[in-house]
C-alpha cells in the first residue's frame, strides 16, 4: 500500500469543465509534486512544492492550477483542457532536499 | 538531445534469465541515479538508489553507474514474470528535489 494515495484514480472531463486531483501523502514528507506521464515521454515535472510554498512552475500552462495548503495534501485544479491533456498525473513525495521521490498511483485523466 | 536516453523496448525474456537495462545521460552535474518500476495502471516504485560511481545489490537487482562513460546499468538475475513491468532510470544533480527521467523500457519475462 502506497504511503501516497491520489484520487480519482480515473476521471473523464470535458473541455469546458472545471475539476480537481487530489494527493494525500502520509510518510512525513514536506516535500510535494505533481508529473505529467503521456505515452513514450518521460516523466515531466510540472510543480514542486516545498513546505506548502511553490519553488517550482515547470512552464505549466494556466488552464492547470496547483494548490498546497499544508505539506500532506495537494491539489491540481484543472479547467479548460485540451484533449492534448489527457495523460498520468502523478503525485508524489519526499523529504526536502532528498531525491528519492515517492509516487501515488496516479489519476489517468482523458479530456473528451 | 534529451537528457536521459533509454531504449523504450518492449524487451521480451525467457524466465530464468538475467535482464540488463539501460540509460545514457548528457549531464555530467547528474550525481544521484534511480531505478523506479512501474507496473501497468500503477504508479513508479523506487527500486534501487545509488549516488556517484559504483554498483549496488539487492536480492536479485543490481544497480550500475560508470559516470565516466555517462551509462547507467539495472541487472535483473533470475528474472520472474512479476518482472514484467516498464523500467524508468531517473537522475538528479542533488538538491532541489528535481529527478530528470528517461522514457521507461517495457520488459516482458515470459514462462
Known amino acids: 500500500e502506497t504511503g501516497v494515495t491520489q484520487t480519482p484514480r480515473h476521471l473523464v472531463m470535458g473541455m469546458t469543465n472545471k475539476k480537481s486531483l487530489k494527493c494525500e501523502q502520509h510518510?512525513?514528507?514536506?516535500?510535494m509534486y505533481w508529473y505529467k506521464q503521456s505515452a513514450k515521454k518521460p516523466l515531466e515535472l510540472m510543480f514542486v512544492?516545498?513546505?506548502?510554498?511553490?519553488?517550482e512552475n515547470n512552464s505549466v500552462p494556466s488552464r492547470f492550477s496547483p494548490e498546497c495548503p499544508n505539506s500532506s495534501h495537494l491539489f491540481l485544479h484543472l479547467h479548460t483542457l485540451q484533449p492534448e491533456d489527457s495523460a498520468l498525473y502523478l503525485c508524489?513525495?519526499?523529504?526536502?532536499?532528498?531525491?528519492?521521490?515517492?509516487f501515488g498511483q496516479g489519476t489517468r485523466l482523458t479530456v473528451v | 538531445q534529451k537528457e536521459v536516453e533509454q531504449d523504450p523496448g518492449p524487451l521480451s525474456v525467457p524466465e530464468g534469465a538475467i535482464v540488463s537495462l539501460n540509460c545514457t545521460y548528457s549531464?555530467?552535474?547528474?550525481?544521484?541515479f534511480m531505478w523506479y518500476r512501474q507496473y501497468s495502471r500503477k504508479g513508479p516504485e523506487l527500486l534501487m538508489y545509488?549516488?556517484?560511481?559504483g554498483n549496488k545489490e539487492d536480492g536479485r537487482f543490481t544497480a550500475q553507474v560508470d559516470k565516466s562513460s555517462k551509462y547507467i546499468s539495472l541487472f535483473i538475475r533470475d528474472s520472474q514474470p512479476s518482472d514484467s513491468a516498464t523500467y524508468l532510470c531517473?537522475?538528479?544533480?542533488?538538491?532541489?528535489?528535481?529527478?530528470?527521467f528517461g522514457t521507461g523500457t517495457q520488459l516482458k519475462v515470459e514462462l
Open positions: 545509488t549516488y556517484s560511481s
Open positions: 510518510l512525513g514528507h514536506n516535500a
Open positions: 549531464n555530467s552535474a547528474f550525481q544521484y
Open positions: 512544492y516545498n513546505f506548502k510554498e511553490q519553488t
Open positions: 508524489a513525495s519526499s523529504p526536502i532536499g532528498g531525491t528519492e521521490a515517492f
Open positions: 531517473a537522475t538528479a544533480t542533488g538538491g532541489g528535489n528535481k529527478l530528470t
